[in-house]
């Protein structure tokens, strides 16, 4: 069990641009209300479970996949990171030039 969880700049920018894009394009804030209570439940099985999501290629990084989102994270002694919120909808090469940038 990790004791807290933190968000890197990135993953909260992007977290925050995808629940914007849906507001913006259902003209309301319902989607994004419930995508955002659907992220703090997995957040808390993953506080209680950090093993739960599956290996990645990439060192130390694992993914929770739930229907279109992936939430990429690493897990150290006390806390889990979040290093990136995913809508897998979107373009794949930007996923991967999040990942390996180490900003």
């Not at 807290?4 to 700049?9: E, N, Q």
């Not at 993914?63 to 919120?85: D, M, P, Q, R, S």
């Amino acid at each position: 069990m990790v004791k807290r969880i933190i968000w890197t700049s990135r993953a909260e920018q992007i977290y925050s641009e995808i629940l914007k894009f849906y507001v913006q394009r259902n003209g309301s804030k319902t989607y994004s209300k419930k995508l955002n209570s659907e992220v703090k439940k997995l957040l808390l099985l993953l506080s209680n479970h950090p093993f739960l999501g599956k290996k990645t290629g990439l060192s130390n990084t694992r993914v929770l996949i739930k229907g279109n989102h992936k939430i990429f994270y690493k897990i150290y002694a006390e806390e889990l990171v979040v290093l990136l919120f995913w809508d897998s909808r979107q373009n794949p090469e930007k996923l991967q030039e999040y990942l390996t940038d180490r900003r």
